[in-house]
């Protein structure tokens, strides 16, 4: 292994080659088209091709209801058609509150329509199932989804906070790959580090798509997260003459799973500050000083 372990690389899903940065469209909930197509359109520019988005996104974070981050999207889909085949546009299903989870066959189906239709696509390129739903079997799951495919609405498969069990569980049923899995991942939140997820990805050839990669903005405030991981992270910042919140990014990067790091920002100018994470060089003893100030203890 190299002593830089930031891949800068594109990412493979499927057939569709990725940057090493997405644009996730959770916060993309602006009134104004205009606004979001510069967004967009700024995320394109600097690569970040992967467009993250689900039926569920403007739900909260002061949307304006279920689907409404899709329809935006579609919005500016109708109004800028050209940036359509720039872009890998992902969505995801499964979650319908207050249930709050169905991923039965007659629901999965009826959610890929619907988001289909608000994003004023034919197809969408990768399709999530957003969170398990404990209730359906996972042989249901890969039916519906294969279903989808051979109609022709969807490209690729993947699923968003599943654990490894969960993942293999639909496995076990697809007739093709799994494309992606999407856990939370940043230097708060060390989970599929541990649980086996990177493991699977890089046994399987399975992108991950990390969510959360600032852990919701506390690692830019500090709130709730062990003070010497933030001085380690502003420590590393000076060195490398960026901002604390692009080694954190650096950081998601550094894992040999390669994972794609999705960003949130709805500030044109945060976004192109984000690249900065592909010339940062973390080396070995960088990632497991995260680590260990992320945990708290010596590794043993």
Known sequence: MPDSLVNGSLRRIGPFAVGPLAYGCWRLTTDSVDDAQALVETALGLGMNLVDNADVYGF?????????????????????????????????????????????????????????????????????????????????????????????????????????????????????????????????????????????????????????????GRLLTGDGVRPELIATLDELAEREGVDRATICIAFVLAHPAAPVAILGTQTPARLAAAMGALDVSLDRADVYRIIQDSDGVPLP
Not at 60 to 76: I, K, P, Q, T, Y
Not at 124 to 141: K, W
Request: glycine share 8%; proline share 8%; net charge negative.
């Open 60 to 216: 909260d974070w002061g949307g304006s209801g279920f689907g409404a981050n899709e329809e935006l999207l579609g919005r500016v889909l109708a109004q800028a058609p050209s940036l359509r085949e720039r872009m890998v546009l992902a969505t995801k299903g499964g979650i319908i509150p207050p249930t709050p989870y169905d991923s039965s066959a007659a629901y999965l189906e009826s959610a890929c329509d619907e988001s289909l239709r608000r994003l004023q696509t034919d197809v969408i390129d990768l399709y999530q199932i957003h969170r398990p739903d404990t209730l359906t079997h996972p042989a249901e799951v890969a039916a519906t989804l294969a279903s989808l495919r051979e109609k022709g609405k969807i490209r690729e498969v993947g699923i968003s906070n599943h654990t490894p069990a969960q993942h293999e569980a639909l496995v076990a049923h697809l007739p093709f790959p799994l494309a992606t899995t999407q856990p939370e991942y940043s230097p708060a939140h060390l989970d599929p580090l541990r649980d086996g997820t990177f493991d699977v990805c890089m046994r399987d050839g399975v992108a991950a798509l990390a969510w959360s990669p600032l852990a919701g």
